[in-house]
T-cell receptor
Framework: DAGVIQSPRHEVTEMGQEVTLRCKPI?????LFWYRQTMMRGLELLIY????????DSGMPEDRFSAKMPNASFSTLKIQPSEPRDSAVYFC???????????FGPGTRLTVT | DQQVKQNSPSLSVQEGRISILNCDYT??????FLWYKKYPAEGPTFLIS?????DKNEDGRFTVFLNKSAKHLSLHIVPSQPGDSAVYFC???????????FGTGTRLKVLA
């Protein structure tokens, strides 16, 4: 299995621009998670989906952030408009069920200038 | 409010010695705990877990200890190897939920 796939691996954009991060979970996994890693807060859960339905988006920092999961094999995290404080590494993870380990993708390093 | 805390941002240990990484939590509803390891430019990978019905779980060189009364867990690596140099995250969850709360991580450096 290819594991969790994220694209792009690196994104550099200017403040105010729209940014879209993409994730393909492991085939057969029914839950998908978006995390943000920063030095100050470590790994923060932004949102997670179960069977393509958003279950908990309480970690989404602002309305500028939105996430979708149109089908079991694809999810996007969009930031519009982006700000310098959004600069971080964003991870996608998937799992086959509650209580199971989560498998992480390699992350997208976002830099907003 | 950080429900899972790793108060040591970094730790250096000599090769062959024991590494002890600590983690504290505040939510008494947490009953499942995990450790993840992260190398630079990679995603975190699962290392070891423990359920609250146990106080110890061992897997090769890695042992996790859980002290429920103190709301504290620790990861012991014996003997430490240079390849263990990475950032270690502890995470906690409650039964039946998919949501893990992660700590801020501890960077371990094993010196050859």
């Amino acid at each position: 299995d290819a594991g969790v796939i994220q694209s792009p691996r690196h994104e550099v954009t200017e403040m105010g621009q729209e940014v879209t991060l993409r994730c393909k979970p492991i085939s057969g996994h029914n839950s998908l998670f978006w995390y943000r890693q920063t030095m100050m807060r470590g790994l923060e859960l932004l949102i997670y989906f179960n069977n393509n339905v958003p279950i908990d988006d309480s970690g989404m920092p602002e309305d500028r952030f939105s996430a979708k999961m149109p089908n079991a094999s694809f999810s996007t995290l969009k930031i519009q408009p982006s700000e310098p404080r959004d600069s971080a590494v964003y991870f996608c993870a998937s799992t086959g069920g509650a209580g199971y380990e989560q498998y992480f993708g390699p992350g997208t390093r976002l830099t907003v200038t | 409010d950080q429900q899972v805390k790793q108060n040591s941002p970094s730790l250096s240990v000599q090769e062959g010695r024991i590494s002890i990484l600590n983690c504290d939590y505040t939510n008494s509803m947490f009953d499942y705990f995990l450790w993840y390891k992260k190398y630079p430019a990679e995603g975190p990978t699962f290392l070891i877990s423990i359920s609250s019905i146990k106080d110890k779980n061992e897997d090769g060189r890695f042992t996790v200890f859980l002290n429920k009364s103190a709301k504290h867990l620790s990861l012991h690596i014996v003997p430490s190897q240079p390849g263990d140099s990475a950032v270690y995250f502890c995470a906690a969850s409650s039964s039946g939920t998919y949501k893990y709360i992660f700590g801020t991580g501890t960077r371990l450096k094993v010196l050859a």
